[in-house]
């Protein structure tokens, strides 16, 4: 029987690690696909395939509204839905610290299952490695995916064109500011947690309504602010968002004002911008509005034609400033 | 620029993310796929679509004839040539520790970048992720990769039948016996290294002259008394295999005695094991040894009707004794 604590022999190919996935992890991934055991799953795609991976080392790994593995399954079902495809398949592979307790491991892959359900899909297959103590943080999650890209989108930069509006999904720093929160032993109110969420279905809708969106961005390490620039620069346009159209928490400011960082530059995790053409905005906000994740959306600036591949913060006061991209180490191991 | 080491903000989603990816990442990958820099990767796939995914944590990372980079590829390669795959693209998710020196990783990306173009695979997709010095060792690297199942195969442990052929093919613990003298300071003949290589052209020939193989398998981790094991149970029959038919080189031996392993137990990276119906056999061991990763195949075994579930070895002076699945901790951090 598997021990309270994993050990070296789980990870090494032999009778434990055949317990440890009898007992422990087929009970919470299972599914027909996995069950097989194969050296990898077979599964039936068609047409245009959507491919991405993430490897997860947040620190700590349970913290307000979620744990890793909830990043672990969001951020890649994410990864699959902004490139414009239905997240279909997932793997996961677990770096495991020698002495991690198999409580601690349980909790974790009852939650992937659930964002695994939650976003419509199966984990179908995996690998679990342990290292010595002290040769790893407790436990480090890869996940890849593969989904079904949706027929007549075509995501990418390229597409972006002077006049698109921008739009947020929601309030931004949740999810920076719950880590930094647990790092540093501040208090915050219940309401601010993890915003991670997986975003498969509300993508899909806005899709449906407007198949000409230009681009869809998850806005996780690096920010708001990386992700913009990121576009202008590949899109050789300018991006101009207004300070006042920016939804933030109060509470997720204070922390911001207490550590010294810019919300703009912080880690979301069940947030999207999207550049939608005008006469669309109004149509995907809709959509948007409808789905429990993009009950906040708006609108917060636009494409310009000027100041090509830069991004510029149209202050309360009326100055514009220059949105930089972030130099490195905003918050490390956010995600 | 990037230093000579890897730091915390390499990781952070900023403009040093942006650089390594520039200078050391995309130089040493690049392929058009992987050049958009898309959150995910698309690609064209049709019908039966293999996924499987691996971490490799080996210790030490460099080592005779290889290094973690040549593992996580062939590695990923291997596993989708075992589900009868002709394997297309894989992603690369590292994970680093802080002050890892740049110039081991380029080697590192430059091996992967050699053995995915043996493979005939693009790296279309990937992430890296840093945390800080002591937190990890050195590097870690999760492949997860896709292929396409080749049509008319049907691998699977449930069409195993009695009468079967068992096929190995080359010497074994060769990789094993490489990482445990890097480990304990032994030296040995140059002729001695890791098998690592990728062995989708010689599978895919392999199942062309016979559709109706009924398993493939690498004997990694645990070894070919694991894989023989598990195919044993999964199947419901007997395995008999033959110890004089076994190639096992003289130098790995020699480790293995003075060390205390048993070589059926010892990982390897670069074989494979194969169940084929016995009229079929001499037709498939022809191919693999036209193939260099196969030139030493033979026939070790055959499955029986007795002994269901069981592994039995016939020694060289005519007795069987039972190999046992083993219980772990044969050799940790082999991969």
């Known amino acids: 029987m598997v021990s309270d604590k994993v050990t070296l022999a ?3 190919g032999g009778k434990l690690s055949q317990e440890l996935m009898e007992e422990v992890i ?16 077979q599964v039936q795609m068609g047409g245009q395939v959507a491919f991405t991976t993430d490897s997860y ?19 890649t079902v994410n990864d699959l839905a902004m490139t ?38 199966y984990i179908v297959t995996g690998d679990t490695k342990v290292v010595e103590k002290g040769k790893a943080d407790g436990i480090f999650i890869n996940t890849a995916g593969i989904g079904d ?16 509006k921008v739009i947020l999904s929601g309030y931004i720093g949740d999810h920076a500011a719950a880590i930094l929160a647990g790092r540093h032993g501040l208090t915050l109110p219940d309401t601010i947690k993890t915003d991670c969420a997986p975003l498969c279905h509300m993508t899909k809708a806005m899709l449906e309504a407007a198949p000409d969106i230009a681009v869809l961005r998850d806005p996780t390490r690096g920010g708001v602010a990386a992700v913009l620039n990121e576009i202008a620069e590949a899109s050789d346009c300018g991006i101009l968002i207004d300070e006042e ?3 933030i928490h109060e509470e997720v400011q204070g922390v911001c004002d207490i550590l010294g960082f810019d919300p703009l530059y912080l880690a979301n995790e069940g947030k999207c911008v999207a550049f939608v053409p005008a006469d669309k905005a109004d149509t995907v906000l809709d959509v948007m509005k409808q789905n429990k994740y993009g009950r906040d959306a708006r ?20 100055g514009i400033r220059v949105v930089d991209m972030p130099l490195g180490n905003i918050v490390p191991r956010i995600c």
């Open 26 to 41: 087929l009970p919470a991934y299972g599914n027909p696909l996995l069950n097989e055991l194969h050296d990898g799953a």
């Open 149 to 164: 890209v949706i027929r007549g989108t075509h995501i990418s930069p390229k597409n972006v064109k002077p006049g698109m």
């Open 299 to 318: 609108i917060i600036g636009e494409v310009t034609e000027s100041a090509k591949g830069q991004v510029g913060l149209r202050t309360a006061i009326g």
């Open 84 to 121: 414009g495809a239905i997240p279909r398949y997932i793997s996961a592979g677990l770096i495991i610290e020698e002495g991690f307790p198999v409580k601690d491991l349980k909790e974790i892959l009852a939650t992937m299952r659930q964002m695994a359900d939650e976003a419509g899909i």
């Open 245 to 247: 159209a920016l939804p």
């Open 10 to 12: 789980h990870g090494a």
């Open 57 to 75: 080392v947040v620190q700590p790994l349970f913290f307000a509204g979620g744990n890793i593995g909830k990043l672990a399954v969001c951020g």
